[in-house]
């Protein structure tokens, strides 16, 4: 649960530090020594975040258990489109996996593992 209010924390983070970014620049581009020194940290916490949160997805990809091919294409997706594979990764598998737990069937005995035989002495 931690996980996924942190997640969201930065995406809002991102997404506040990204309109600041973009309403401190003259004429809607330019460099970071062209804005405002007030709105500087805000724009260095926009890319900090950032970077943050696209390093979590990354890993995250890499240690969760799913198909190889699955996790390949989550890799592609957020290798080659950053933010926004991050974002996307987030929400299908982070935010939204693990809520509803399958329950076995009501005909299903509630043990299912392998008779073990006994000692043969």
Known sequence: MLKKIFGLVLIVTIIRGYVIF???LPSGHGRL???DPSNRAAVVL???SAFIFWLWMFVD???REMYVWTKVLWLLVILFVP???AMLYFFCCVLFSGTHKQQ???DA???QSPAVPA???
């Open 119 to 121: 000692s043969v002495g």
């Open 33 to 35: 020594g062209d804005i």
């Open 61 to 63: 990809v890499l240690v």
């Open 104 to 106: 076995a069937p009501p």
């Open 46 to 48: 926009l890319f900090v």
């Open 109 to 111: 005995p509630a043990d």
């Open 83 to 85: 933010l926004a594979g």
């Open 22 to 24: 973009h309403a401190a």
